[in-house]
């Protein structure tokens, strides 16, 4: 049994030593008042370390990105916020994947995990060619600006507006690519959310125990 604390602990690096040791006496606990000796027999109740170390961490993640959206909302900048929301949809594919389904639940699981990578690729292409077009055109405006403005003025004040312009532009492009991209998160951690709590089995024990 000890094996199987020690095995599940190992695996809970991403959380803190208060919480991995919250976890490790609430388990321990359970397994002391079940009977439970050998490592064969807590598999049997709790499933693989692995499996029950995910999500034990998928339900950690949860519950920081549910306190996200309430107070702590007002400490944290919208990008640390989606970086938390990606990191929570990746652990709950993890811990969907570490855990046995049918196949129509891993259908949903795949379709998770593709739709994931395509919105994050779709970003950073969208991103990267706005970017590079906007504010090469931007920089090719000021510099042709500043090269004419002493030989034709007014040219080269159209120039350096239309480079100014662009790079308005790019920046303002940003700020809602970041704005879209914030909120394309928050719907995957809500879909992701929602497959997790609905599907995902749970023992005897994860049952009885709150977060």
Not at 124 to 136: D, P, T, Y
């Amino acid at each position: 049994m000890n094996d199987y604390i020690q095995a599940v602990q190992r695996l809970l690096g991403q959380l803190t030593t208060a919480e991995q040791q919250e976890v490790v006496e609430y388990y321990r606990e359970y397994l002391l008042d079940a009977g439970i000796a050998t490592y064969e027999q807590a598999v049997d109740e709790l499933g693989t370390p692995r499996s029950l170390a995910r999500k034990v961490l998928a339900d950690y993640s949860i519950r920081l990105t549910e306190q996200d959206g309430g107070e702590s909302a007002q400490s944290r900048s919208s990008v640390q916020a989606t970086k938390a929301n990606v990191k929570t949809v990746w652990l709950i594919i993890l811990a969907l994947l570490s855990t046995p389904v049918t196949i129509p639940i891993m259908i949903v699981i795949l379709a998770l995990f593709v739709a994931f990578a395509a919105v994050l690729f779709s970003l950073v292409v969208a991103a990267l060619a706005v970017f590079l077009s906007v504010i090469l055109v931007g920089a090719m405006g000021v510099v042709v600006g500043i090269a004419t403005i002493w030989q034709a003025p007014w040219t080269g004040m159209f120039y350096l507006g239309v480079g100014f312009a662009a790079l308005g532009i790019s920046w303002l492009g940003w700020l809602i690519l970041k704005w879209l991209g914030s909120k394309v998160a928050w719907a995957l951690t809500w879909a992701a959310k929602k497959i997790y709590n609905r599907f995902i089995p749970r023992s005897r024990a994860e049952r009885g125990r709150k977060l």
